[in-house]
């Protein structure tokens, strides 16, 4: 009798463990690299002289729990100072940015003409993930002459900017409400991500 309880006790254990632990989530190999785009007067390469332009970035293989960090080098190619957005899109499976994430330690300041920057971009995998053996996406690194989130241009990103994005939430091109200067990422479409990127810097000047 106690022999069976043990058993019993094993095997529930056991269950409990394959349920919380998946073990096709144990590494994910990643065949994709995430595409790199420079939108705007920018430009992203891989040494600081900027001759080798970054096109693609190899990420390796990845474990939950797991980051990993690169180092590009952001010019701007403009004929004016310009702060710098990345942001990502275009994810593959659709659910993969509930799991992984990408930040960078660019500190938000104005970048003077001709000036190259080093950012690091870290990308960081969740323990959580679930079902996802490979992913892509694309990272997009844009530039303005405006701090992100200065819709109306006037130097401040206030409540006034916070209105305009609230009014055309939920719209995209064509739709009664849609402006484009709301669409703060340039994605086609003022949702969340718009939101964020205003709140983050509200309260901050064109500076």
Same mark, same amino acid.
């Given at each position: 009798?106690?022999?069976?309880?043990?058993?019993?006790?094993?095997?529930?254990?056991?269950?409990?463990?394959?349920?919380?632990?998946?073990?096709?989530?144990?590494?994910?190999?990643?065949?994709?690299?995430?595409?790199?785009?420079?939108? !705007?007067?920018?430009?992203?390469?891989?040494?600081?002289?900027?001759?080798?332009?970054?096109? !693609?970035?190899?990420?390796?293989?990845?474990?939950?729990?797991?980051?990993?960090?690169?180092?590009?080098?952001?010019?701007?190619?403009?004929?004016?100072?310009?702060?710098?957005?990345?942001?990502?899109?275009?994810?593959?499976?659709?659910?993969?940015?509930?799991?992984?994430?990408? +930040?960078?330690?660019?500190?938000?300041?104005?970048?003077?003409?001709?000036?190259?920057? +080093?950012?690091?971009?870290?990308?960081?995998?969740?323990?959580?993930?679930?079902?996802?053996?490979?992913?892509?996406?694309?990272?997009?690194?844009?530039?303005?002459?405006?701090?992100?989130?200065?819709?109306?241009?006037?130097?401040?990103?206030?409540?006034?900017?916070?209105?305009?994005?609230?009014?055309?939430?939920?719209?995209?091109?064509?739709?009664?409400?849609?402006?484009?200067?709301?669409?703060? !990422?340039?994605?086609?479409?003022?949702?969340? +991500?718009?939101?964020?990127?205003?709140?983050?810097?509200?309260? +901050?000047?064109?500076?």
């Amino acid at each position: 009798m106690r022999k069976s309880t043990v058993l019993l006790l094993l095997l529930v254990s056991a269950t409990i463990f394959v349920i919380v632990f998946p073990w096709q989530n144990l590494n994910i190999a990643v065949p994709n690299v995430s595409a790199v785009s420079a939108r !705007n007067g920018v430009g992203v390469y891989w040494d600081q002289a900027a001759t080798n332009r970054c096109q !693609n970035i190899y990420w390796g293989e990845l474990f939950p729990w797991s980051s990993k960090t690169m180092v590009v080098y952001i010019r701007n190619e403009d004929n004016e100072s310009l702060f710098y957005l990345l942001t990502t899109e275009q994810w593959y499976p659709a659910n993969a940015s509930n799991y992984i994430a990408l +930040k960078s330690d660019y500190n938000g300041s104005r970048a003077s003409v001709g000036s190259v920057r +080093k950012v690091s971009l870290t990308l960081t995998v969740s323990s959580r993930i679930y079902s996802i053996v490979d992913f892509s996406f694309d990272i997009v690194v844009s530039g303005s002459p405006y701090l992100w989130g200065d819709v109306n241009h006037d130097g401040l990103v206030d409540i006034r900017d916070i209105a305009i994005v609230a009014k055309a939430y939920g719209s995209y091109p064509g739709s009664p409400t849609w402006k484009a200067e709301a669409d703060i !990422n340039g994605d086609g479409k003022i949702d969340l +991500k718009d939101v964020a990127i205003a709140c983050k810097n509200f309260g +901050k000047k064109n500076e």
